[in-house]
């Protein structure tokens, strides 16, 4: 599936990834290939996906996600860097 991790300034991540788990404001939640549509709020937290075989972080201030048709957008307030 293909995730697009993008704040107000830039595009952080685009490319394709087998899972990513992201900090729902209820608390963690994955999404893997086939997942049915969704839409969340998230808060400030650790995403962490999984691309190629290796496993990569990115710490999100909040921010909100959409997934559609394998295709995975993350509109995060900032990056913590």
């Given amino acids: 599936m293909r995730l697009e991790i993008l704040t107000p300034e830039t595009k952080v991540f685009d490319g394709e990834?087998?899972?990513v788990t992201f900090p729902g404001v209820d608390g963690l939640f994955q999404v893997l290939n086939g997942h049915a549509p969704l839409m969340s709020l998230l808060r400030?937290?650790?995403?962490?996906?999984?691309?190629?075989g290796?496993?990569?972080?990115?710490?999100?201030?909040?921010?909100?996600?959409?997934?559609?048709?394998?295709n995975v957008t993350l509109l995060a307030d900032g990056i913590q860097r």
Wanted: hydrophobic residues 40%; without cysteine; proline residues 0%.
């Fill in 44 to 52: 400030g937290g650790t995403v962490e996906y999984r691309a190629g």
């Fill in 17 to 19: 990834v087998s899972s």
């Fill in 54 to 70: 290796a496993l990569s972080q990115v710490k999100i201030t909040g921010g909100v996600v959409e997934v559609i048709k394998n």
